[in-house]
């Protein structure tokens, strides 16, 4: 395979996010290619296939990690396809019809687990995608990184909250708020909540949440076509 650090510096067109942000990034883009594709002339580069990596084992990974992070976050997903993906891509040890686990296929193409998974909620986020229920029991809890950052930026309470939307992508406000209140106060979960999403953690929509890690749609046109998720998210 190519040189990790090059490769995930390459552009790429928005196979992996909504093309109108022009939101560019090998490392996420090269192992998922989701639909809707269309970045601008001046970022396109050749779609990442199968066919790109030399190793049988490499076009194995690839093609089962694309194939279950497609299910996990295109719109036109049915129910309990969705569920199955969402299962291999944030409970760990799932296994799909290969043998093949999430981490497993992350490693083997050079990828870092916990940014795909990131990047995947933030797919459903601008696809709107709203979960009738939390993630499976026994799913990833969020990135140890990500939390020692927001206890960094703000405490406790801010962390609880993003802990709570990262179970639960579209997680409705009010719910939201319910489960918070076992641990503050009203005005103090929703202080917590605005904050994260001041810095893009969260994002919220029509009345739902989801965790973002980083958001940049809240970026100026010439910031998000510089915007990289492997430069952003530790």
């Given at each position: 395979m190519r040189d990790d650090d090059a490769l995930w510096d390459l552009v790429e067109s928005g196979l992996f996010g909504d093309p109108s942000l022009h939101i560019v990034d090998q490392e996420v883009a090269e192992v998922t290619n989701l639909e809707d594709g269309g970045a601008p002339r001046y970022l396109e580069t050749p779609e990442i296939t199968e066919e790109d990596y030399l190793e049988e084992e490499e076009r194995i990974a690839f093609t089962s990690l694309r194939d279950q992070v497609?299910?996990?976050?295109?719109?036109?997903?049915?129910?309990?396809?969705?569920?199955?993906?969402?299962?291999?891509?944030?409970?760990?040890?799932?296994r799909d019809k290969l043998g093949l686990d999430f981490a497993l296929c992350c490693r083997a193409l050079g990828a870092r687990p916990h940014l795909i998974q990131v990047r995947a909620l933030y797919q459903l986020y601008i696809r709107q995608i709203i979960f009738p229920r939390p993630l499976p029991f026994l799913a990833t809890p969020l990135p140890e990184l990500l939390a020692c950052e927001i206890l960094y930026h703000f405490g406790d309470e801010e962390l609880d909250a993003a802990k709570a939307v990262w179970f639960?992508?579209?997680?409705?406000?009010?719910?939201?708020?319910?489960?918070?209140?076992?641990?503050?106060?009203?005005?103090?979960?929703?202080?917590?909540?605005?904050?994260?999403?001041?810095?893009g953690y969260v994002a919220l929509w029509s009345g739902f949440w989801w965790f973002t890690g980083r958001n940049p749609s809240m970026l100026s046109p010439s910031s998000r076509a510089r915007f990289k998720w492997s430069d952003q998210i530790p």
């Open positions: 497609r299910l996990c976050c295109n719109v036109n997903t049915k129910p309990a396809a969705r569920d199955s993906a969402v299962e291999w891509v944030f409970v760990p040890g799932t639960w992508p579209g997680i409705r406000a009010d719910i939201l708020l319910d489960r918070l209140m076992n641990k503050m106060s009203r005005p103090r979960a929703q202080a917590a909540m605005e904050r994260l999403e001041e810095r």
